[in-house]
């Protein structure tokens, strides 16, 4: 009877675990490139438990590195590209240079970074599949992007660039279906 039971309710439990997956498991489309939606919950989650202290860092006040007009209206199929190549800077720049303040900052943001890098290999997958496509309008976009991030002490940029992940975060979930 207790095996039965205990069945039961792992079967319920993996229905239930499921159906949530399920829910968030909606598709964000980058050109032909799937990604999971799932990711982008974790990811925003993780940047949840940060982002007090990163705004709390952030003394730069007019520079924004993220424009909206530069994410807005990409073109469909370089928006993969786009994408990959921000990721990129995330994980190669912005985790590595970012001055976490206290050991549970660090952490928390090393859990975000490893939730890039988990992005970065997937959109690396779409790369090598040839579902990612570079163009020069992508080129350009991520080159202004770059050449601000440059302009500002290392530190600073991570810091700006952290701060300014709802940004990127908008612009990732107007790519689900």
């Not at 319920?12 to 964000?28: M, P």
């Not at 900052?105 to 690396?124: A, D, E, G, Q, V």
């Amino acid at each position: 009877m207790m095996k039965t039971t205990g069945c039961f309710y792992l079967l319920a439990l993996s229905f239930v675990c499921g159906a949530i997956t399920f829910s968030e498991g909606r598709k964000l489309h980058f050109g032909i490139c799937e990604l999971s939606g799932a990711s982008l919950q974790e990811i925003k989650a993780y940047f949840d438990a940060i982002r007090e202290a990163v705004q709390d860092q952030d003394r730069v006040t007019d520079t924004v590195l993220l424009k909206m007009i530069l994410l807005h209206n990409v073109p469909v199929l370089e928006s993969c590209c786009l994408l990959r190549h921000l990721v990129r800077l995330y994980v190669e720049n912005v985790f590595r240079h970012y001055p976490a303040t206290n050991p549970l900052l660090r952490r928390k943001t090393s859990s975000l970074s490893n939730s890039f890098l988990s992005l970065k290999t997937t959109l690396r997958q779409c790369h090598d599949q040839k579902k990612c496509t570079c163009g020069a309008e992508a080129n350009r976009r991520l080159e202004l992007i770059r050449e601000e991030y440059k302009k500002m002490d290392r530190e600073a940029a991570a810091i700006k660039a952290l701060g300014e992940m709802d940004i990127l975060f908008n612009w990732m979930e107007k790519a689900k279906n």
